[in-house]
């Protein structure tokens, strides 16, 4: 006899995605576009959670509303949960700590992995919404202090800032790819001892086919690690043939 568990709603929604409070175009690729995973994830905003606040501001008040978010995505039944803004590492100790599930809240959780991977004398490239934001809060988040890497931000492309930081609700695609391309060839161009890319904001997927055609390097961002998680809590048995 087979038995189903219940205690949930609904079933099925492996990865829980907190969600900033946004408006803004979220194509395939991006962690907030559904299409991007080919497995079922459960959406949840976090209301008030706008990129000003979590990128320009760094808002400490936003802990809670996200441990909150946390704590219903997991009552809800999800195995893992993650966020739709790498910013938001400097809450993941937090965050970790107030759920009994997995959290990945940023891509920037990949850098020491990514670091290990690569010989003494690579460094790891990272392409951010605003590096003029990012410190060292983030890097103590995710884990970063001993490792080496170089920074680029995307502040002096305005197709992408005005959509991902500014909020404009519509997104000219090719505009922003030619941008994200410019600016990974720009880093590797200025940090010529890269050994690989990690892409810290989480609508920056979309473009990382055209990144790694352009620099030859390893992409990694929020959907690569969101993919690894998902593979350790969807395991499936292996088939035994006869020799």
Same mark, same amino acid.
């Given at each position: 006899?087979?038995?189903?568990?219940?205690?949930?709603?609904?079933?099925?929604?492996?990865?829980?995605?907190?969600?900033?409070?946004?408006?803004?175009?979220?194509?395939?690729?991006?962690?907030?576009n559904a299409f991007t995973f080919?497995?079922?994830?459960r959406y949840q905003t976090v209301?008030?959670?706008?990129?000003?606040?979590?990128?320009? $501001?760094?808002? *400490?008040?936003?802990?809670?509303? !996200? @441990?909150? +978010?946390?704590?219903? &995505?997991?009552?809800?039944?999800?195995?893992?949960?993650?966020?739709?803004?790498?910013?938001?590492?400097?809450?993941?100790?937090?965050?970790?700590?107030?759920?009994?599930?997995?959290?990945?809240?940023?891509?920037l959780l990949q850098v020491p992995?990514?670091?290990?991977?690569?010989?003494?004398?690579?460094?790891?490239?990272?392409?951010?919404?605003?590096?003029?934001?990012?410190?060292?809060?983030?890097?103590?988040?995710?884990?970063?202090?001993?490792?080496?890497?170089?920074?680029?931000?995307? $502040?002096?492309? *305005?197709?992408?800032?005005?959509? !991902? @930081?500014? +909020?404009?609700?519509? &997104?000219?695609?090719?505009?922003?790819?030619?941008?994200?391309?410019?600016?990974?060839?720009?880093?590797?161009?200025?940090?010529?001892?890269?050994?690989?890319?990690?892409?810290?904001?989480?609508?920056?997927?979309?473009?990382?086919?055209?990144?790694?055609?352009?620099?030859?390097?390893?992409?990694?961002?929020?959907?690569?690690?969101?993919?690894?998680?998902?593979?350790?809590?969807?395991?499936?048995?292996?088939?035994?043939?006869?020799?």
């Open positions: 006899m087979t038995l189903a568990q219940g205690g949930y709603t609904n079933q099925g929604q492996t990865i829980g995605v907190l969600m900033l409070d946004t408006k803004f175009p979220r194509i395939p690729g991006d962690v907030g080919d497995f079922p994830v209301l008030g959670a706008n990129p000003t606040r979590v990128v320009k $501001e760094a808002d *400490p008040t936003l802990l809670q509303p !996200f @441990i909150k +978010g946390a704590r219903a &995505l997991e009552k809800a039944g999800c195995g893992a949960i993650t966020t739709s803004c790498g910013f938001l590492v400097m809450f993941q100790k937090e965050m970790a700590a107030a759920v009994n599930i997995p959290v990945l809240s940023s891509s992995f990514v670091a290990r991977m690569l010989g003494p004398e690579k460094r790891v490239g990272i392409l951010t919404a605003r590096a003029s934001s990012l410190g060292h809060k983030h890097f103590q988040g995710a884990g970063m202090e001993n490792c080496s890497f170089a920074i680029q931000g995307m $502040e002096e492309y *305005p197709e992408f800032t005005n959509a !991902f @930081i500014e +909020g404009h609700t519509v &997104l000219q695609i090719e505009k922003a790819q030619e941008e994200m391309v410019d600016a990974a060839q720009k880093l590797v161009k200025e940090n010529p001892d890269l050994g690989a890319i990690v892409l810290e904001c989480t609508n920056m997927p979309p473009f990382a086919f055209a990144i790694q055609q352009a620099v030859k390097l390893p992409v990694f961002d929020i959907v690569t690690l969101i993919r690894f998680v998902a593979t350790g809590l969807l395991r499936g048995p292996f088939s035994v043939k006869s020799l």
